[in-house]
């Protein structure tokens, strides 16, 4: 009777416990389940308020950059001006000659003093008129202070004070795929101004011309895909800083969607000049000669890797007089190495009349150096 008794009640002690063991477990397992679904629930939501967030961002920056081009492109269009050879031109700017026959072009405001930087074939020759009107619709007469047919290029002066200029870049650090402008003026206010996007397409461009007067190259060319029409002429190919780092001139008719500018750089000097002396008092050595990219035009077996070659000495320059002679090849001017002369240009450009300048040339593969004294252009 006695060991009956006590087999119920150890039975039952061990049902209860195992019963809560259960209890516990489950409560265990449930509260572990709530927890891992709310957390899991938490970082979902959160991950997406993240997106949300980094998506309107994206927006907000995208509609802020174009804010900023689009003020930044409307301060530049007020640096641009429009330049006739003729000054009441009326309506024959809508003839599909008037381009050709009138000159029209644009140009680029480079001082609040009145300097203006455009085309050769916009401006004209060294000394004559052109006339020039600003963004709000004044005209005035432009005197061409400055102006190099080879490189087509002009300075324009106009007598008029505190005005809108543009900013120069640098050229020499430009690079292919780079977002350029394109910006014309044609004749002021009776066009609208025109802004053309793209990129550059290519650098250091050798193009061949012809026209009456014969063949002649153009060196150092930026190229670029912006949109380059007659009316853009004269007026600047500018960086997304808004920066000036060409000068539109030509556009290839054949082709379309090629354009070029003449890289700002060449111009400088001169601009600096103008900016702080009222004038410049052009150096001139009297040669022209081509680098091997203009070599690859010419129907010769010449063959050189380094250098410009000479193909012309002026007869009135200091050059000629020195003993070079055409068929050198120069490969240095004092101690700066030349491959190009647009770099020969630029050299000659921080030089004053009188100065003395040391030539290294190749005649006949054997090397000589040449003293030079500057005249005055």
């Not at 031109?89 to 008037?98: C, H, Q």
């Not at 290029?153 to 004070?161: D, Q």
């Amino acid at each position: 009777m006695y060991e009956y008794s006590r087999r119920p009640s150890k039975f039952k002690n061990f049902i209860i416990i195992f019963s809560l063991m259960v209890i516990v477990s489950a409560v265990s397992i449930f509260a572990y389940s709530t927890y891992m679904k709310i957390d899991i629930n938490k970082y979902e939501n959160d991950s997406e308020a993240s997106a949300t967030r980094l998506y309107n961002n994206e927006e907000m920056d995208k509609e802020e950059n174009e804010k900023e081009d689009n003020s930044m492109l409307e301060d530049i269009t007020k640096g641009v001006v429009g330049i006739s050879k003729i000054k009441n031109t009326g309506l024959a700017i809508l003839d599909s000659d008037a381009t050709q026959e009138l000159g029209l072009g644009s140009g680029i405001i480079v001082s609040e003093k009145g300097y203006i930087v455009t085309n050769w074939h916009v401006a004209g020759d060294k000394y004559s008129t052109c006339y020039v009107t600003l963004e709000n619709g004044e005209i005035y007469t432009g005197n061409v202070t400055w102006a190099d047919e080879d490189l087509d290029l002009a300075i324009v002066k106009i007598k008029k004070n505190g005005l809108n200029y543009l900013e120069l870049g640098d050229s020499d650090i430009i690079s292919l795929g780079q977002d350029v402008y394109a910006i014309g003026n044609p004749i002021g206010i009776e066009f609208q101004r025109t802004v053309t996007s793209g990129i550059i397409s290519g650098l250091d461009r050798t193009i061949k011309i012809e026209d009456e007067n014969g063949e002649a190259y153009m060196e150092d060319l930026i190229q670029t895909d912006a949109s380059i029409n007659s009316g853009n002429s004269g007026g600047p190919l500018v960086n997304k800083n808004g920066e000036v780092i060409g000068i539109n001139t030509i556009k290839i008719a054949s082709a379309e969607g090629i354009g070029f500018a003449i890289p700002i750089n060449i111009i400088k000097p001169i601009i600096e000049s103008y900016i702080k002396d009222d004038e410049f008092d052009e150096a001139y050595l009297g040669i022209f000669a081509y680098d091997t990219e203009v070599n690859k035009y010419l129907n010769s077996n010449l063959e050189f890797n380094n250098g410009i070659y000479v193909v012309k000495i002026s007869t009135d320059g200091p050059a000629i007089k020195s003993g070079l002679k055409i068929g050198d090849i120069i490969t240095k001017i004092d101690e700066l190495e030349i491959n190009k002369m647009s770099e020969l240009r630029n050299y000659i450009y921080t030089k004053s009349p009188g100065d003395d300048v040391t030539l290294t040339i190749n005649r006949n593969n054997k090397q000589y150096t040449i003293n030079v004294t500057l005249g005055k252009k």
